[in-house]
C-alpha cells in the first residue's frame, strides 16, 4: 500500500527505496541500485540496456540540505555516462514533494530532464517516470530482485 500524503522532507524516510531494482524502460533493460540511507546520502548506480550493448550509466546521489530560508530539503545529483563512460549529461535537482513511499524532483537549471519521481506501487515494486523537459513522461517499471 502507498501512502499520498506529504511528508516533512526526509533522507531516512527514502529506506523503502533501498535494494537491487530492474525492470524495463521501452525495449531496454533498467538496473537500478539505491543504497540505504547513510551519512546524509543515499546513493544510486543505473545500467540501461540492450540484448547487444549496455546504452547508459547513470549516477546520482541524494543528499540532506538547507534552502536559501533555512528550510530543510534534499537534492539529487544526476550524472549520465555513455558506453565509453564519456559523460553525455549532468544534472541538478531539488525535492518537490516526498511521502512514505515516493519522491519526485525538479530540475534546477540546464539539462533535458524536468523532473524524476519514484513510487512504491506495491512492496516490491517501484514507478520510476522521467519527465523531459521536451517530449513525454518515460515510465519504467521495476521489480526487487
Avoid at 549516477?59 to 564519456?86: I, K, N
Amino acid at each position: 500500500m502507498t501512502t499520498t500524503t506529504a511528508i516533512a522532507p526526509s533522507l531516512d524516510a527514502l529506506g523503502w527505496i533501498a535494494g537491487d531494482w530492474i525492470g524495463t524502460l521501452g525495449d531496454q533493460t533498467v538496473e537500478e541500485f539505491w543504497t540505504a540511507p547513510r551519512h546524509g546520502c543515499v546513493e544510486n548506480k543505473v545500467r540501461l540496456s540492450s540484448p547487444e550493448n549496455v546504452a547508459l550509466i547513470e549516477l546520482m546521489m541524494v543528499r540532506d540540505a538547507t534552502t536559501d530560508s533555512g528550510e530543510p530539503t534534499l537534492t539529487l545529483r544526476l550524472r549520465q555516462f555513455d558506453e565509453h563512460l564519456e559523460q553525455v549529461a549532468l544534472q541538478d535537482m531539488v525535492l518537490s514533494e516526498q511521502t512514505a513511499s515516493s519522491v519526485a524532483f525538479a530540475a534546477t537549471g540546464e539539462g533535458r530532464l524536468a523532473g524524476l519521481s519514484y513510487r512504491e506501487t506495491a512492496p516490491g515494486e517501484m514507478q520510476i517516470d522521467v519527465t523531459l523537459k521536451e517530449g513525454p513522461v518515460v515510465t519504467a517499471l521495476v521489480t526487487k530482485r
